[in-house]
């Protein structure tokens, strides 16, 4: 898109052929600039100069403003990016490195006052390691932070005095040293640029003082040395004045480390006295230290023992008075139990921090839980080192799909933190260098036991209050371990560790300790509350007192045995069938459970619609013999696999993957899952139990081709297309060729978005290739966006994937459409019947009904009509081929010999535009 909307153009030939190899631009302002050398001048005088890509200034060039800026270098995508050149009206100059417009990398900015930064910039700012010249002949060399000397650096005046050491916000901030021409040195803490802290100002005749500083001044504790060594004043001092004289141990710190001197002739043993001395206080020191710690340590055991044995004392009583209310009730109704019919769990493993914040264990902690409650009849997901994004859409998920649940279950294992008394768990993605981060980026504690969590039964166990960088920022809002908890009746909630504790990660261990004993006991045969005092009991004995699990809130409606969930599920139990009856009545196969992963969402109109209109054929075709679900909108990342890996576990045994980015993620969980069957969209690598299947839709591309050709007054068509995949060249190539077939003067030009889903992409992408003369449009694309972008300018246009006829009725012409039925009740009759094999693929086309050109409009002439079904009919039948040469791309090069016939191993591997493209294929060789 051009930088302005009212341009005035003017193309210069000639000094398009000094300056640049590419040819002129067009002189037609309707006309896509690609791959083209002019200039543009704005109404406001503003004027571009160089070289053009998709109407975007993208290459070599010259941007003036009136105000006299000026802009000499590399552009990309309309912005400053590359190597150039920046100058300014008051004769200010940046040369160097850009990046989105800014400057970002090195570089040199020089002032017109004689100041000078080299060095490197993020962000229009100095940020990095650099050197400045102050017109004064003042020096900084060292570090920068968004312009500030931040770090450790080296600031030195002409008159020669110097500094070396840390700076924060452009001032002298830490530790460093001070020299003055004169021998005067200053070596210790500074504060906004002033001696504070610890420190040594030694001066020229060998005075020393060795002390605390304040604002520059000699504030508090020190000693004063005269020029042989030996202390001549010591104690209190305020305003570089003694106003207390007592005598100080000049072998303690902090005036041992200040104190050494040069030994004198007399005495040249006496740095090195002096030396093991200072090592022999720092041995006596730390030894002192670490008995006090000891004791410490050893008294904290004991009254944790001392606990520990109340709490095993009051256990052991408890159960002697059950044991007797046992005895007197014999053959009395028992206690009521829970009735838990169906029963939910979120389980969620962070261990992916960055830095310092990584954890070990986090993600084994999820999948033993999650591998522990299913086996317990929980239907569970799990969600591991997930971001911000990630955990909100699986906690929304997870509220919609334990809807109807009795018992919800949250178990977090991650980074959690408290924040003003406030928890708050802690995505993958958080800064935890910045508490602020926490309340805004993290989910707070109680609101997504409100919200997530449905049921009137709740359960929470947060294995979350490990060491995390928050606790160690010193922010007063930090509070070490998670703050008491406040929830409604119903809900029980418990911590790994006692509110304001640690707890441990697990050294040496694939859990940590409260997962370990949580995972030993929460089948036990007996009621929540005594199997969480068994977890306590255990991982107090497994951590020598130091970690202390502790429970919040209150559960109802009598005893809740988590073991009993399975016996206690929707199925009746035997005892309620006559005996006559369970001997001939047979017992229903459970359904199939079948899961579908969708790259974009399922009312999108396209691609991920007709795979959902697939999914549910399959429902119609099999009934109650199968059971299907489905997840939207998952990305082709790192993500995907964490998603397969959850279908997997859930019990899903058929897993439909509808996107080529999925390829990899699930062909690692297919080798995780062997007894899980795994079909992957467009992609070609294959496994014992996992097999790709495809539609050839380039043959409905070539079918819209036709009716194009036809159809377009310009010549000139138009493709937004998602992602160079030889998948999508393949379609953009058929409709050309569909296309050049009742008209071979069209020409063809294709436009990138490098998304599959982006209506707003979309959108600009149709906007742009109808302002460059295109009438008709195509797309590869998901969504709508294009038939009804050119519906609003007064263009043609084909849908994709499923039938958008309704979304633009003036605009379109037909919609070349996906029918994954037939496959996909293909595939689960087999898996139905054992017949399912792997390391297999299948690519169908018009001759098995899984692409069609549907829905044509009346304004088609009926003699194309007719084409167009006769082409049908002779895919259906073989006897029409559309690959077949000869056929050359569009530079010239033949790539199909005379009579050659195109296998599907040639259309797999298509990186090249047929002749009549424009453009070359991203990334394809020159």
């Not at 417009?101 to 100041?115: A, C, L």
């Not at 992916?352 to 999650?370: I, K, M, Q, T």
Request: one cysteine or more; a neutral charge; glycine letters at 12%.
């Amino acid at each position: 898109m051009r930088f302005l909307i009212h341009l005035l153009l003017s193309v210069l030939p000639l000094l398009a052929a000094a300056q640049s190899r590419l040819a002129p631009c067009p002189s037609d302002v309707n006309v896509l600039w690609h791959n083209c050398f002019g200039t543009l001048t704005s109404s406001s005088g503003q004027k571009y100069t160089g070289e053009f890509k998709d109407d975007k200034q993208h290459g070599r060039g010259t941007l003036t403003f009136p105000n006299g800026h000026r802009y000499v270098g590399e552009f990309k995508d309309g912005k400053r990016h590359g190597q150039g050149m920046d100058t300014f009206p008051n004769g200010e100059k940046y040369v160097g490195e850009f990046k989105e417009d800014s400057f970002h990398g090195r570089g040199t900015w020089t002032h017109p006052n004689g100041q000078k930064y080299v060095g490197e910039f993020r962000n229009d700012e100095r940020n990095g390691q650099g050197t400045l010249i102050l017109p004064n002949g003042e020096k900084y060399e060292g570090e920068f932070a968004d312009g500030y000397f931040q770090g450790k650096g080296t600031w030195t005046h002409p008159n020669g005095e110097r500094y070396v050491g840390e700076f924060k916000n452009d001032n002298r901030n830490g530790w460093g040293t001070y020299s003055f021409p004169n021998g005067h040195k200053y070596v210790g803490e500074f504060r906004d640029g002033k001696r504070h802290g610890l420190g040594t100002d030694t001066f020229p005749g060998g005075v020393k003082y060795v002390g605390e500083f304040k604002e520059d001044e000699y504030n508090g504790q020190g000693i004063e040395y005269g020029p042989d060594g030996t202390g001549r004043r010591s104690g209190l001092w305020s305003n570089g004045n003694l106003t207390q004289s007592f005598a100080l141990d000049t072998n303690r710190f902090p005036f041992l480390g200040h104190s050494q001197v040069v030994a004198s002739p007399v005495d040249s043993g006496k740095a090195e006295r002096e030396r093991l001395a200072a090592q022999a206080e720092s041995a006596q020191r730390r030894q002192r230290d670490l008995e006090q710690k000891l004791a410490a340590e050893s008294k904290e055991r004991q009254r944790q023992a001392l606990e520990i044995e109340t709490e095993r004392r009051r256990r052991q009583e408890l159960e002697e008075q059950l044991a007797n209310a046992k005895a007197q009730n014999a053959g009395r109704p028992q206690a009521q139990v829970a009735a838990v019919r169906s029963a939910h769990a979120l389980v969620i493993g962070n261990a992916a921090y960055p830095g310092s914040a990584r954890l070990d264990n986090p993600v084994n902690d999820a999948h033993a839980v999650s591998q522990r409650l299913r086996s317990m009849g929980f239907v569970v997901t799990t969600v591991v080192d997930a971001n911000r994004q990630r955990l909100v859409q699986a906690m929304a998920q997870f509220r919609r799909s334990a809807a109807g649940a009795d018992l919800s279950l949250l178990f977090y294992s991650g980074h959690g933190v408290q924040v003003f008394g406030k928890n708050y768990m802690l995505p993958t993605d958080v800064d935890q260098s910045d508490p602020a981060q926490a309340t805004i980026q993290g989910l707070a504690l109680n609101d997504v036991i409100e919200s997530f969590l449905p049921g009137k039964t709740k359960l929470v166990f947060l294995d979350a209050c490990r060491d995390n960088p928050l606790q160690r920022t010193g922010e007063r809002s930090v509070t070490k371990g998670l703050a008491p908890i406040s929830v409604a009746q119903g809900t029980l909630i418990s911590y790994a560790t006692k509110d304001g504790q640690t707890a441990s990660d697990g050294v040496g261990s694939r859990n940590s300790p409260f997962t370990q004993a949580l995972l030993e006991h929460i089948g036990d045969p007996q009621d929540i509350g005594v199997v969480l005092r068994k977890v306590r009991e255990k991982v107090m004995r497994a951590t020598g007192g130091k970690q202390q699990p502790w429970e919040y809130g209150s559960l109802t409606g009598g005893e809740l045995i988590l073991s009993a969930i399975r016996a206690s599920g929707p199925i009746a139990p035997a005892a309620t069938v006559p005996i006559a009856q369970q001997a001939s009545a047979p017992t229903a196969p459970a359904p199939l459970q079948i899961a579908f992963a969708y790259v974009g969402p399922v009312g999108d109109g396209g691609w991920t619609f007709a795979h959902e209109q697939g999914r549910k054929a399959v429902e119609r075709e099999f009934g109650a013999r199968v059971s299907t679900t489905y997840i939207e909108k998952i990305p082709e990342s790192a993500e995907a696999e964490t998603v397969f890996r959850d279908l997997a576990s859930r019990g899903n045994k058929l897993i439909f993957g509808t996107t080529f980015g999925y390829m990899e993620p699930m062909l690692k969980i297919a080798r995780e899952f062997p007894e899980v069957k795994f079909e992957h969209a467009t992609g070609y690598k294959l496994a014992s139990n996992m097999r790709t299947y495809d539609s050839r839709n380039y043959e409905s591309s070539y079918l819209a081709g036709i009716i194009a050709g036809q159809m377009t007054r310009s010549n000139v068509l138009g493709v937004v297309a998602p992602i160079p995949i030889p998948e999508v060249i393949r379609n953009i190539n058929s409709f050309t060729l569909g296309a050049q077939s009742s008209n071979p003067n069209i020409r063809t030009r294709v436009i990138w978005v490098n998304e599959w889903f982006n209506s707003a992409k979309e959108s600009e992408a149709a906007n742009a290739l109808i302002q460059g003369g295109a009438d008709v449009l195509f797309q590869n694309t998901d969504s709508s966006a294009v038939l009804q972008t050119a519906q609003k300018m007064g263009k043609l246009a084909f849908g994709w994937d499923s039938d958008m006829s309704a979304y633009a009725p003036d605009a379109h012409l037909g919609s070349a459409v996906n029918n994954w039925g037939p496959y996909y009740i293909k595939a689960t009759r087999e898996a139905l019947e054992g017949k399912w094999t792997g390391n297999a693929s299948a690519w169908w086309g018009v001759k098995e009904g899984a692409v069609d050109l549907v829905s044509l409009s009346e304004k088609i002439p009926p003699e194309t009509r007719l084409r167009v079904e006769a082409v049908k009919a002779g895919l259906k039948d073989g006897s029409f081929e559309i690959w077949r040469g000869p056929l050359s791309d569009n530079r010239g090069r033949q790539v199909l010999g005379p009579g050659a016939r195109a296998d599907d191993r040639f259309l797999a591997g298509m990186k090249f535009y047929v002749r009549g493209v424009d453009g070359r294929v991203p990334g394809a060789a020159p």
